[in-house]
């Protein structure tokens, strides 16, 4: 049984910093892309940040330099460190393995968006202004 768990949300002040967590198991991890995504009441799922199975990673412009994915596949595990985090930021996160390769267009979250296989329930972060 393939499970996505992602932990590690809450309520921060605006400048904070969360990590993210997202545990996995049922699938060969490493074979996987990895990346979040977020949803916000009103606004259209968004792809956060992505790592492929040797490290190259991707972000959206506006968390580019606040936030970092990686990965740890001896422990199945993503995560995402978030610092200087604003109320835009707030979202219900999700986490999302992908049969994903990298991309050379800039528009990297289509990309996945269409190779994504498993996600999460997800976690959600509330940054207060």
């Known amino acids: 049984e393939v499970q996505v768990v992602e932990s590690g949300g809450g309520l921060v002040p605006s400048g904070g910093s969360l990590r993210l967590s997202c545990a996995t198991s049922?699938?060969?991890?490493?074979?996987?892309?990895m990346g979040w995504f977020r949803q916000a009441p009103e606004r259209p799922r968004e792809g956060v940040a992505a790592i492929t199975t040797n490290g190259t990673t991707y972000y959206t412009d506006s968390v580019k330099g606040r936030f970092t994915i990686s990965r740890d596949d001896a422990k199945d595990t993503v995560y995402l460190q978030m610092d200087n985090l604003k109320p835009e930021d707030t979202a219900h996160y999700y986490c999302?393995?992908?049969?994903?390769?990298?991309?050379?267009?800039?528009?990297?979250?289509?990309?996945?968006?269409?190779?994504?296989?498993?996600w999460g329930k997800g976690t959600v972060v509330t940054v207060s202004s």
């Open positions: 049922g699938f060969t991890f490493g074979a996987y892309g």
């Open positions: 999302a393995a992908a049969t994903f390769r990298g991309s050379k267009s800039p528009d990297w979250w289509n990309t996945f968006y269409y190779a994504m296989q498993y």
